[in-house]
């Protein structure tokens, strides 16, 4: 009896965890560039009963008698499927399609790998730069921040979908300046590890950064100026998946009840 009610208490552990994934993904249902996380479960360790099980006339049954002791968490994953691309008509609003990263240099020194191409223009130290809204510079592919030169207009510049910034001549054709961005990508996105601000970070198990630019294994990303990727959240869905998740968690609760009352029967017994 008092393992049915550790193995209901870890199904209540799990669909709680299982609850809070569903409610990150509606909280960041309209942040830019967001991933939909979803938790995976596996069981815990089984207890042998009887190895050898035998009916009433002492035959051998295939198979013995083993007991679960429950569930729990063993990861939750971000799908990196493509976003819808919402248009902006902002100049330094970037989206992605395809699987690539762009490149941000942290104020640690480190580089951040985002899909949130919500860019704007800084004053640094380096001169005018491209810069998310926490002023991380923009990379391009040589990993160095992108610096617009003075003599050019920053409202003019154009970007083609390869990442080429481009500036018009008197003439209005369009003449690259020699600047691309960045884009990277990994062999598992699944294995970033998450910060602040929209911003993932290189790990062991996503493996090394792997540039477009210079990787011709790799299919090359689209970059579209004046959009914004979306995330992939489904609100239907998770709504949906938030219900079954509530149900199994009151059917453990009901499960330790029904427990609690069979022990409360057993200790009434004289």
Same mark, same amino acid.
């Given at each position: 009896?008092?393992?049915?009610?550790?193995?209901?208490?870890?199904?209540?552990?799990?669909?709680?965890?299982?609850?809070?994934?569903?409610?990150?993904?509606?909280?960041?249902?309209?942040?830019?560039?967001?991933?939909?996380?979803?938790?995976?479960f596996k069981s815990l360790?089984?207890?042998?009963?009887?190895?050898?099980?035998?009916?009433?006339?002492?035959?051998?049954?295939?198979?013995?008698?083993?007991?679960?002791?429950?569930?729990?968490?063993?990861?939750?994953?971000?799908?990196?499927?493509?976003?819808?691309?919402?248009?902006?008509?902002?100049?330094?609003? !970037?989206?992605?399609?395809?699987?690539?990263?762009?490149?941000?240099?942290?104020?640690?020194?480190?580089?951040?790998?985002?899909?949130?191409?919500? !860019?704007?223009?800084?004053?640094?130290?380096?001169?005018?730069?491209?810069?998310?809204?926490?002023?991380?510079?923009?990379?391009? =592919?040589?990993?160095?921040?992108?610096?617009?030169?003075?003599?050019?207009?920053?409202?003019?510049?154009?970007?083609?979908?390869?990442?080429?910034?481009?500036?018009?001549?008197?003439? &209005?054709?369009?003449?690259?300046?020699?600047?691309?961005?960045?884009?990277?990508? !990994?062999?598992?996105?699944?294995?970033?590890?998450?910060?602040?601000?929209?911003?993932?970070?290189?790990?062991?198990?996503?493996?090394?950064?792997?540039?477009?630019?210079?990787?011709?294994?790799?299919?090359?990303?689209?970059?579209?100026?004046?959009?914004?990727?979306?995330? &992939?959240?489904q609100a239907v869905d998770?709504?949906?998946?938030?219900?079954?998740?509530?149900?199994?968690?009151?059917?453990?609760?009901?499960?330790? =009840?029904?427990?609690?009352?069979?022990?409360?029967q057993a200790n009434n017994?004289?």
């Amino acid at each position: 009896m008092m393992r049915s009610l550790w193995t209901a208490a870890s199904g209540m552990t799990a669909q709680q965890s299982n609850v809070d994934t569903i409610s990150n993904n509606l909280a960041n249902i309209n942040t830019t560039g967001y991933k939909k996380e979803t938790a995976e479960f596996k069981s815990l360790l089984y207890q042998t009963i009887q190895e050898n099980s035998y009916d009433n006339n002492g035959e051998p049954k295939p198979t013995g008698i083993q007991v679960g002791l429950g569930v729990r968490n063993s990861a939750i994953t971000s799908l990196y499927t493509q976003g819808t691309l919402l248009q902006t008509d902002n100049d330094y609003d !970037f989206a992605i399609d395809g699987d690539g990263f762009f490149m941000v240099r942290t104020p640690g020194g480190d580089i951040g790998y985002t899909r949130n191409g919500s !860019f704007g223009l800084a004053n640094g130290i380096e001169g005018l730069t491209i810069a998310d809204s926490d002023g991380n510079p923009l990379l391009d =592919t040589s990993g160095s921040a992108i610096v617009i030169d003075e003599a050019y207009n920053p409202s003019k510049i154009k970007i083609n979908e390869y990442g080429e910034l481009s500036y018009p001549d008197e003439n &209005n054709v369009l003449i690259p300046i020699g600047i691309t961005i960045g884009l990277a990508q !990994f062999n598992n996105p699944a294995g970033l590890e998450k910060t602040s601000g929209s911003l993932l970070k290189e790990t062991e198990a996503s493996g090394m950064p792997r540039m477009e630019y210079d990787d011709f294994m790799l299919k090359r990303s689209k970059i579209r100026q004046g959009y914004l990727e979306g995330s &992939n959240v489904q609100a239907v869905d998770e709504i949906v998946n938030l219900i079954v998740a509530q149900r199994a968690y009151e059917m453990n609760s009901k499960i330790i =009840t029904a427990a609690d009352q069979m022990l409360q029967q057993a200790n009434n017994l004289r």
